[in-house]
């Protein structure tokens, strides 16, 4: 019990059932509140003062609130009296007084100074109140042998010790002192015994001095032998005292010590939950800045790759993995967004961007009057015309040769200008009114300009002198272009017209009618068609020679001010006021590409000389360099079925309808073009583990090995009766295995090209085999539905594989050869256990077959190859899909992992190898340099709109 307190009224509140514990109830209050301590021991402490309810039980409530609560709360300590009817409830079935009270003190904040006193019943019997339960070592007395009678003389030696229990408890004496208190406590009893004696001894000298003195001699021995008893019994208490002291205190040790540990136990799981919310958070903003980035993509893709470096970074910034989305979108990002360069420089709009013939450099030309060269590899601005000349420049052409360049604008005027120092040549006053267009003749002979003052005319390039007029439309001539022979050019005009003239003689040949205002036209590489741009929202496509309209390309959303044929004549660009360029298919009229990311008019396109970039200039002050769609690397090709990294990871292969080629992957140079196979299609290809052959399997029925260094062709290896469909190197490099149209694979020596054996037992086209990572099992996949398990030293089939529901087309063994992963013409790929065959997972979400399948060199992703023109990436795990990787226009027929699993190959119907970056902090550092804003971050209003609680990201 707490010792010490000030400002109690009571030391005790004595808590008992009437019905059988008033008796001793009553007692124990006289018998404390009248014993007087020891002086050694009283020193400081007063006689107690203990509260006893004498009322009735049933007494109502207000008998509860102005005494007994007032007294509980008034008391230092409880004592409560156990006796059998302490645990019987009241006769309404509500707690009785005794528990009630108990109840009521524990919840003070002196309520752990309980003791109680057993008095009727068995000790170890249950106390009220679940005191039991509660305190486990709560101090009981046992004053069982009282009786009403023991009042009359003194009490017996056990109930008095019981009774000292309590006063020590109550007044607070130390155990220490207990020894002491018990001595005065004999003393008072032997003093009490020999007053009694003396009376005895008084009377009896009265009646006989022998006898008294016989009494007294007698009850002196009875005195030390009882005095000797009790103080034996009194040291054996002492020690069972101790000794049970000693037990509790262990006890409260060992209590000490597990409470330690579970608080340490219960602080790590509050750590590890604080640490769980803290990482749900960040892929909750992980999603959620996902989402900005998806809703961006059509938008502006550089700000959807931003909002993807942050949604990936606000998980792997703690070193914890990317949330799937969020890589995905940054994927589809890099992918979407073509720029490669943005060229600021210009005070104000800018109207009119050119090519150099060698696409090494490009001129822009705008509102502040000026021409500008620069760099079209990274940007570097080179050269710069004088401000001195004012007036906007509208337009701007190279000479064939990129030795001048020209340019027209405001005021009349048209000048030429020297490419290497930038001196002006010649100045053409031209026109009345502004100068809209300009154009060299593929000979470099001659200048065509387009005015205000609805004229075109022809120019000798270098004496300035005028040729021809071409006078005939009723309103602004706002393009011109000559034919790709120089005998003939187009003019465009706000007439609603454009028209095909004779660049010799000036003859008006053809008029093409049926637009709005008409702002550009380009004649094709060939020069049969003629493209025009038109105010109605289209761009046309027109037989050159009839004038007859062919195609209608419609998609932009307003005026269509500018188009451009390709180098190849294949497609064609426009740009709109819709802020927009687009790139279509000549032919078809089918739209490829939307080139976003200007926030104003688009006034100008070009196709670079190479055909693989475009440049644009808009009125948002920048001209854009654009590439094609791409992540690291795309190496081109006539329709690429198959493909390989070397396992050094230098060299990429590639084959399909034409020969094998070898790249270096870093620089995308073509090393070697393997010439072998004549007029045959090649269906696989796989480097050697060494990297120093290569093998090809063919339609031609036989499968070749080459010297992957020099190309040298090794081996032909012919067996089989139909075409050789799969090929994969054993481990060790000492063995192929082919897969072929004739139901069968092969095993073969792979120096010596003999046969070794023939595994028979598919029921149609064998498609794929797969060497396991220790050589010892080979895998088959056919257009039975099946694929099989073999020993690769017996030939003895293991395992059938039966679960797929159309033709399986690809397969691969993971790195530790536990799992097989097969592709399928069922839209799914699943992943199989090779030692049970049990179908492990199944992976949906393609749109069409599944054709190829890889495991990532952990062996923790797995890539697949559809018809529904992407590639995905799975968790080999799990199964979930983690990426799509849309880079393809037709089917992707195969993919690979890097040796080192940092990048994905994938190869196509569209005649092109993709390769992307699968290490997050790679891609990070792609996304980073694909952005091309200055500076390269977040705009304000974009920090406000996607960071608003939150200080606002750098890419970095």
Not at 82 to 111: C, H, I
Not at 281 to 304: I, Q
Not at 417 to 438: F, I, K, P
Request: charged share 25%; with cysteine; aromatic share 6%.
């Amino acid at each position: 019990m707490n010792s010490g307190e000030q400002g109690f009224l009571y030391d005790a509140f004595i808590s008992y059932r009437r019905s059988d514990g008033a008796a001793i109830a009553a007692w124990l209050r006289r018998r404390l509140q009248d014993y007087t301590l020891p002086s050694k021991i009283a020193e400081g402490r007063n006689k107690l003062r203990v509260y006893l309810d004498t009322a009735f039980e049933r007494a109502n409530e207000d008998f509860w609130a102005n005494n007994i609560e007032p007294a509980l709360r008034a008391s230092r300590c409880l004592v409560v009296v156990a006796t059998p009817d302490t645990l019987r409830p009241r006769a309404d079935g509500e707690q009785n007084w005794v528990e009630r009270e108990t109840d009521f003190f524990l919840g003070l904040a002196q309520g752990r100074n309980v003791l109680v006193v057993r008095a009727r019943g068995e000790f170890a019997g249950g106390l009220p109140a679940r005191l039991g339960q509660r305190y486990p070592n709560i101090t009981i007395v046992d004053m069982r042998e009282f009786s009403p009678a023991i009042d009359r003389l003194y009490m017996r030696a056990p109930l008095r010790e019981h009774l000292l229990t309590v006063l020590g408890t109550l007044h607070n004496v130390e155990s220490p002192m207990m020894p002491e208190l018990r001595m005065e406590d004999a003393r008072h009893a032997r003093a009490a015994a020999t007053r009694l004696a003396i009376t005895a001894i008084t009377l009896f000298v009265l009646i006989s001095g022998l006898a008294i003195a016989a009494l007294l001699q007698r009850n002196n021995a009875r005195t030390e032998a009882k005095r000797a008893d009790n103080n034996a019994e009194e040291a054996r208490r002492e020690t069972k005292l101790a000794e049970s002291n000693a037990k509790v205190a262990r006890e409260q040790k060992d209590l000490a010590v597990k409470n330690e540990a579970e608080a340490k136990h219960q602080q790590s799981i509050a750590e590890e939950n604080e640490a769980t919310a803290q990482q749900n958070a960040r892929e909750s903003r992980g999603r959620e800045l996902t989402a900005y980035a998806n809703e961006s993509l059509n938008e502006d893709p550089e700000r959807s790759i931003l909002l993807a470096i942050q949604a990936v970074n606000s998980t792997v910034a703690f070193s914890e993995p990317p949330v799937p989305a969020a890589e995905d979108a940054l994927h589809q990002a890099i992918l979407l967004s073509r720029v490669r360069l943005t060229l600021r420089g210009h005070r104000g709009a800018v109207f009119a961007v050119a090519f150099s013939p060698d696409g090494r450099r490009l001129a822009t030309a705008g509102f502040d009057g000026t021409v500008r060269i620069w760099d079209s590899t990274n940007g570097q601005a080179l050269m710069a015309t004088p401000t001195a000349y004012s007036g906007t420049v509208l337009a701007v052409a190279y000479s064939p040769d990129g030795k001048l360049l020209a340019t027209a604008g405001d005021y009349g005027i048209a000048r030429i200008w020297d490419t290497s120092d930038g001196h002006q040549v010649l100045v053409l006053h031209c026109h009345r009114g502004t100068v809209n267009g300009v154009a060299f003749s593929p000979d470099g002979k001659h200048l065509a300009t387009a005015g205000d003052d609805n004229t075109a005319k022809i120019w000798d390039a270098t004496s300035g002198q005028e040729l021809v007029t071409l006078s005939g439309h009723s309103d602004a001539v706002s393009g011109v272009a000559f034919s790709p022979d120089g005998k003939q050019v187009a003019t465009a005009s706000k007439d609603k017209t454009a028209k095909v003239w004779d660049a010799a003689s000036g003859q008006e040949l053809v008029t093409l009618q049926g637009q709005y205002g008409v702002h550009a036209v380009a004649f094709s590489p060939d020069g049969k068609h003629l493209a025009t741009a038109s105010a109605d929202f289209t761009a046309k496509i027109w037989d050159a020679a009839s004038g007859q309209e062919l195609r209608v390309l419609r998609g932009h959303s307003f005026d269509v001010c500018d188009v451009a044929f390709s180098p190849d004549g294949k497609s064609l660009a426009t740009a709109s006021y819709d802020a927009t360029a687009k790139v279509w298919d000549a032919s078809s009229g089918k739209e490829l590409v939307t080139l976003r990311g200007h926030s104003n008019i688009v006034d100008s396109v070009v196709f670079s000389p190479d055909g693989k970039r475009l440049a644009t200039a808009s009125r948002d002050d920048t001209a854009r360099v654009w590439a094609g769609r791409e992540e690291l690397l795309t190496l081109h090709g006539y329709v690429l079925k198959s493909v390989a990294f070397s396992p050094d990871g230098k060299r990429l292969a590639a084959a399909g309808y034409e020969n094998p080629k070898i790249w270096d992957v870093l620089s995308g140079q073509e090393l070697l073009d393997l010439r072998g196979h004549p007029n045959a299609e090649i269906y696989s290809l796989v480097f050697s583990s060494d990297s120093k052959r290569i093998a090809t399997a063919s339609d031609d029925h036989t499968v070749k090995i080459w010297d992957a260094v020099n190309g040298q062709e090794l081996l032909t290896l012919r067996g089989h009766a139909e075409a050789v469909y799969g090929v994969a190197f054993s481990p060790d490099d000492k063995r192929l295995v082919t897969a072929s149209w004739d139901e069968t694979a092969k095993i073969w020596d792979a120096t010596t090209g003999r046969e070794r054996m023939t595994l028979r037992g598919h029921s149609s086209r064998v498609s794929a085999v797969a060497f396991s990572p220790d050589g010892r099992r080979v895998a088959t996949s056919s257009w039975d539905d099946t694929a099989k398990i073999w020993d690769a030293v017996s030939g003895r089939e293991l395992i059938t594989l039966r679960r797929h529901g159309g033709p399986v087309v690809g397969v691969a063994f993971s790195p530790d050869g536990k799992r097989l992963a097969t592709a399928s013409e069922d839209d799914t790929a699943k992943i199989w256990d090779t030692v049970s065959g049990r179908e492990l997972i199944t992976l949906r979400g393609h749109g069409g077959s599944v054709v190829s399948v890889a495991f990532s060199p952990d062996g923790k992703r797995l890539a697949t190859a559809s018809d529904d023109n992407t590639a995905k990436i799975w968790d080999a795990a799990s199964g979930r899909e983690l990426i799509t990787l849309p880079g393809h226009s037709n089917d992707v027929r195969a993919v690979a992992f890097s040796p080192d699993g940092k990048r994905l190959a994938t190869s196509g119907w569209d005649g092109t190898v993709q390769l992307y970056a699968m290490d997050i902090h790679d891609l990070l550092n792609l996304g980073r340099s694909r952005v091309t804003r200055n500076p390269p971050g977040f705009t304000r209003e974009e920090c406000q709109r996607f960071f608003p609680a939150e200080p606002c990201p750098s890419i970095q």
